[in-house]
């Protein structure tokens, strides 16, 4: 019997993979991004969704999803198929919003957790019955059941026909009577851990008349709808606690008047959902109830066979986009592929699009003709088989509805059980079968991982492209940025500081002008000059970056904050000003101790560290300063000042620069592309790769013990014959 073979390096060599697919950017709008955005979305969809929990749990129920085009008919043939309506069905477009999931009730601990499809939250409607008697007696307000079966409450004010949540695998929701605690409710029950997900279900409370059933067990009368978000703001923190506790709590809104059981509800995760009441008209859905994550809606029927689930999933041609975003999330989440089309639509491009994109995966697939004119059936049969055979895809099982009176009218009627009869058979011998169920999960499985193949290069690729555009961009400033410090190097040696007032100070210090105000223009000076280079370096990169169709969506100065710069630089060059006096004020103080020069004992620093800047920042323009510093500190002295001071120079004015070239390269660090996606992407796919051959060579072994086990056996009844 072919089974999956779930060793756990081949789960870890997947999860590793999953996790640098994760971990893949594509934000620069380069050719082949946007679909190497879906590609990347669809391959976590299908690994978080599908992959790795079939591998974890190989006997988990056979999934199939029934997906199509809009008014294609999938909701009747759920419905159909389970023999009564579990999933709304209409004539207004798109009618399916909210995915409904159909199993088996011993089969719900498969689906109430995230095992599959992780990213919804599950809500359950417990099995309708049209009585209230029982065990849900008028007036009692009693509820319980397995499984996150919640709290109905039927009948008198007290009780407040309250509804319960998904308790999750094994857990059984709070036992209370709602009439005797008034609208706290559901006091006094008890809970029981969780099997296997570490929630526990909450004690619901009862509320009154339009009353608030919530996290707090607390519902009023007349309940404003800033209540109903309190309850569920509540319900969302115990939820988050709960997750790490090991406890859960659920909330509701109860609506209409007392007694009426109808009303919008928060399932686990914080989805929301709308339940089918047992004792009253239907109630108003109070504001706030609708916010929370998407949701799937399960239903449990014991007419459904035992290891077979269905999933009535929107329209994959939707005009809501999260629609159609979701039907493909969920087909990628199937073990078997259930595509309904019309006798109308066969031929539409959509429906062809999901056939081939199952071809290239080559996962377990299944189509139903549906709404066919019994006069024209054969005719429309023939001609959906030859397309299917021109594809590559004859073998597949196709199945074909005939055109009734119950399909009319916006489809809401059953169909007739023989009209259904070979479909359900066919999914029914899959999944009760194990060989036949192992090979379709295993198939589609196989066939997800076999397409990595093609599609993680394709994806490395594409993250290639983004490094090296991310690369390429980044040279643009830094070429930009290179060329203005080779012109501010050049200008400081050719003295073009020391122009304008600058120059006029320097003429007025030799007849008693002040240091300070020398010092003042040289420091303006030097802002300017390094301004000018930066403005010069940005209209540079700019321009060879208007040039480049990976810039499109990026801009240069956006977070560089290019209007400020200016600012900047000057609190810089004060910096540095401030650290050229000192050093000055240093070596004068060395040069006082050792009366080094003519007038060493009566200078002051103020006039050494002006004497300094202008030899430093004048060039050839201020050939005297140098002679003057000597004459007041002594040559060796003014050498070790200038070297010093050369050398404090060059590292400011490369501090100025490279943090404004920073500034223009944080617009491409914000974009996150990493620098070794690619390579990460392959190596993951090739530890896959080897992993997934040993398993598929120990599998042959395998097989060939089983076939030489069963050769002898044979020999031995024929000898013993």
């Not at 999934?63 to 004539?91: D, P």
Request: aromatic residues 4%; negative net charge; charged residues 25%.
């Amino acid at each position: 019997m072919a089974t999956l073979d779930v060793r756990p390096r081949l789960i870890d060599a997947l999860s590793v993979l999953r996790n640098r697919v994760d971990a893949a950017r594509f934000p620069l709008p380069l050719r082949g991004a946007a679909r190497a955005r879906r590609n990347r979305a669809e391959l976590l969809a299908q690994l978080d969704d599908y992959v790795i929990p079939r591998l974890r749990s190989p006997q988990a129920p056979l999934l199939a999803v029934i997906g199509g085009s809009t008014g294609a008919g999938k909701s009747t043939l759920v419905n159909s198929l389970v023999g009564r309506r579990v999933s709304e069905a209409g004539v207004l477009r798109p009618t399916t919003r909210t995915p409904v999931l159909v199993c088996h009730p011993d089969d719900l601990h498969w689906f109430a957790g995230p095992r599959v499809l992780p990213q919804l939250a599950r809500v359950w409607v417990p099995e309708q019955d049209d009585g209230g008697e029982g065990e849900y007696a008028a007036g009692d307000g009693l509820g319980r059941g397995e499984y996150g079966v919640g709290v109905h409450g039927v009948g008198g004010p007290a009780a407040g026909g309250g509804r319960g949540v998904v308790g999750g695998q094994g857990a059984r929701m709070a036992h209370g009577t709602g009439a005797e605690r008034g609208p706290h409710g559901g006091h006094g029950g008890h809970r029981e851990p969780d099997g296997g997900h570490g929630l526990e279900a909450c004690q619901e409370g009862h509320g009154g008349a339009h009353g608030v059933v919530g996290a707090r067990g607390v519902g009023a009368a007349g309940s404003e709808a800033s209540e109903a978000s309190e309850a569920s703001e509540v319900y969302r923190e115990r939820e988050a606690e709960g997750a790490a506790e090991g406890y859960g709590c659920g909330s509701a809104v109860g609506g209409g008047a007392a007694g009426d059981g109808y009303g919008a509800y928060d399932g686990v995760g914080g989805g929301s959902g709308v339940g089918l009441g047992r004792g009253g008209g239907a109630g108003a859905v109070a504001p706030g109830a609708e916010a929370g994550m998407l949701t799937v809606r399960i239903e449990t029927d014991p007419a459904l066979p035992s290891g077979l689930a269905l999933l009535d999933a929107p329209d994959i041609d939707s005009l809501v986009a999260r629609n159609r975003e979701l039907a493909a999330e969920l087909i990628c989440a199937a073990d078997v592929w259930v595509l309904v089309t019309t006798a109308a639509r066969y031929a539409d491009a959509v429906p062809w699009h999901l056939l081939r994109t199952a071809k290239e995966y080559d996962v377990t697939l299944v189509t139903v003709l549906d709404r066919v004119p019994h006069q024209i059936a054969t005719d429309i049969s023939g001609r959906y088989a030859e397309l299917l055979q021109r594809a590559g895809l004859g073998h597949v099982p196709r199945f074909t509805i005939p055109e009734l009176p119950e399909s009319a009218g916006g489809g809401s009627g059953l169909l007739p059980a023989t009209a259904v009869a070979a479909l359900r058979g066919w999914l029914e011998r899959h999944a009760q079968d194990p060989v036949a169920r192992a090979a379709a999960a295993e198939r589609t499985a196989a066939g997800v991982i076999a397409s990595l193949r093609s599609r993680l290069p394709a994806l490395a690729g594409a993250a290639a492209a983004q490094h090296s555009a991310a690369l390429r961009l980044a040279g643009r400033v830094e070429e930009a940025y290179e060329r203005a410090a080779e012109r501010v190097r050049q200008e400081v040696a050719a003295g073009e500081v020391l122009s304008g007032d600058a120059r006029a100070h320097w003429r007025d210090h030799g007849l008693d002008g002040r240091s300070d105000e020398l010092l003042d223009a040289l420091t303006d000076g030097l802002t300017s000059l390094l301004t000018c280079a930066v403005d010069e370096a940005d209209e540079r990169a700019a321009e060879a970056w208007r040039r480049d169709p990976a810039a499109a969506e990026v801009s240069l100065t956006a977070a560089a904050g290019a209007a400020g710069a200016g600012g900047r630089l000057g609190v810089i060059v004060r910096r540095w000003r401030r650290c050229l006096e000192e050093l000055a004020e240093e070596e004068t103080r060395e040069a006082r101790a050792g009366q080094a020069g003519e007038r060493a004992g009566s200078v002051e620093p103020e006039e050494s560290a002006a004497l300094l800047a202008t030899a430093l920042l004048g060039g050839r323009r201020a050939r005297t300063a140098g002679e003057n510093l000597a004459d007041l500190l002594g040559a060796q002295t003014a050498l070790r000042l200038c070297e010093r001071g050369g050398r404090l120079l060059a590292t400011y004015l490369e501090r100025a620069l490279d943090g404004e070239r920073e500034r223009r390269l944080a617009p491409l660090d914000q974009l996150t592309v990493p620098l070794d996606q690619q390579a990460e992407l392959i190596a993951a796919l090739s530890v896959l790769q080897k992993e997934k051959q040993e398993e598929t060579e120990k599998e042959k072994r395998r097989v060939q013990r089983q076939a030489e086990e069963r050769a002898r056996a044979m020999e031995k009844e024929e000898v013993s014959g």
